[in-house]
């Protein structure tokens, strides 16, 4: 197998580094559909080489060669990998599938604890806590020391964040990159990059609910400063950076992209896809003219 | 993009809009404050059930009924719940937050920004 079989994966792996920046020209809404539809690309593409390999290897096995009936390979690696390529290839493939089952499984038991949630419901718990519960009916979480620490345009902030990760089915966003991160490891820092990106959007949502974008940057570090909101610092919260990012962003001016911007942002997945065609075009070519 | 809300998505909205009001609402009213987006008897059951749940107070004006929030009388979830709340971070973990617990380092860094801000 020549390397250029990647070729394909190698371009949608571009296209993946390219929309890590789309959030710097774009708005979080388009950046965070471009970021995640590249990472769904570059899972699919990977996935397809691995069985384009795996074919290869495995029909090098004379009896495998004669069930598909195809020509057996007269020296190793003449299908394009050896026996052994293909077994590794096998491998990676059933460990990608096994991760991401048990990322499934986690969301699913996380979710568990919280299928009473309806609409609104206040907890009683000493950590500032809100946070939106996805599915129908689906809700928001709010704790009662949260809502006494806020003034009324602070506590609507808060509902109007966690009712858009609802309404624009931000959980579909987050489990999808995490869900490819599971699969692919080295993907986890784009999925996180999609999980702030989530944020972001149901910021700026909040902001237009309230008519204003600093109220929302004042909320987001009233919450993030009360005392109890602190964690110790072996469980250092990932996501503590992106507070700061996400209240600097509202302080500062809305950007508004530029059309070339935009076009560039969706060109960018229009190639992935291409890409991606290309990857499974060659695995059926494979399978249709085994060398 | 929006699509057909979730209903437990349609409380939030509502108890948002009453959050915005200084006045007792009557369901009109709320439905005014959300431009129209729902039908009358939709904001009425909303209404009824958040009143069920203690998050909202209401008065009888003339033949209907006026609503206000009512956070500090709000039934408390159950306690299943809460024991997944308290227990760790890992049965949240997959959910969204309103902002995550922050490192002392990090809490250090918002509020020298925020100073810098106000100056």
């Not at chain 1, 394909?8 to 020209?25: E, G, K, N, Q, Y």
């Not at chain 2, 902002?99 to 020298?112: F, G, I, K, M, N």
Request: proline residues 5%; hydrophobic residues 50%.
């Amino acid at each position: 197998m020549s390397w250029q079989l990647a070729i394909p994966l190698l371009i949608v792996t571009l296209a993946v580094v390219a929309a890590w920046f789309a959030p710097h020209i774009v708005g979080p809404v388009l950046a965070l559909w471009v970021l995640v539809s590249s990472m769904v690309l570059a899972t699919l593409a990977s996935m397809v080489l691995l069985l384009q390999i795996a074919a290869a290897g495995l029909s090098e096995v004379p009896f495998i060669a004669d069930v598909l009936g195809w020509c057996r390979a007269i020296y190793g690696g003449q299908h394009g990998a050896t026996p052994l390529v293909g077994v590794v290839a096998v491998i990676t493939l059933a460990a990608m599938a096994w991760r991401t089952r048990s990322y499934a499984r986690e969301v699913r038991l996380s979710r568990d604890n919280f299928t009473e949630v309806e609409g609104i419901t206040i907890v009683d718990v000493e950590r500032p806590v809100a946070f939106a519960v996805p599915g129908n009916p689906g809700g928001v979480v709010i704790s009662r020391s949260m809502l006494d620490a806020l003034d009324k345009v602070e506590r609507r902030v808060v509902l109007a964040h966690e009712n858009a990760h609802l309404r624009y089915h931000h959980h579909a966003f987050v489990h999808t990159a995490n869900s490819c991160a599971a699969a692919i490891p080295v993907l986890t820092p784009f999925a996180r990059k999609a999980v702030f990106l989530t944020e972001r959007w149901a910021d700026e949502t909040a902001a237009e609910k309230v008519g204003s974008r600093s109220a929302v940057a004042s909320a987001i570090a009233k919450v993030a400063l009360l005392p109890t909101n602190q964690a110790p610092l072996f469980a250092q919260a990932l996501s503590g950076g992106d507070v700061i990012t996400r209240y600097e962003a509202l302080e500062s001016p809305k950007r508004v992209p530029r059309r070339t911007t935009i076009l560039a942002a969706v060109s960018t997945v229009a190639i992935a896809i291409s890409a991606t065609l290309l990857q499974f075009h060659q695995l059926i070519d494979f399978a249709s003219h085994p060398r | 993009m929006a699509g057909r809300r979730p209903i437990g998505a349609l409380e939030n909205e509502i108890l948002g809009v009453l959050w915005n009001s200084d006045r007792p609402m009557t369901p009109s009213d709320v439905l005014a404050g959300l431009n129209g987006e729902l039908a009358y008897t939709t904001v009425m059951t909303v209404l009824g059930r958040l009143w069920n749940k203690g998050l909202v107070e209401r008065v009888r004006v003339g033949r209907a009924f006026a609503y206000t929030s009512a956070i500090s009388e709000a039934d408390l979830s159950a306690d299943r719940m809460r024991a997944a709340l308290d227990r760790s971070s890992d049965s949240l973990a997959t959910m969204s937050h309103f902002v995550a617990s922050l490192d002392p380092a990090t809490q250090e860094q918002l509020r020298a920004l925020l100073k810098k801000r106000s100056k």
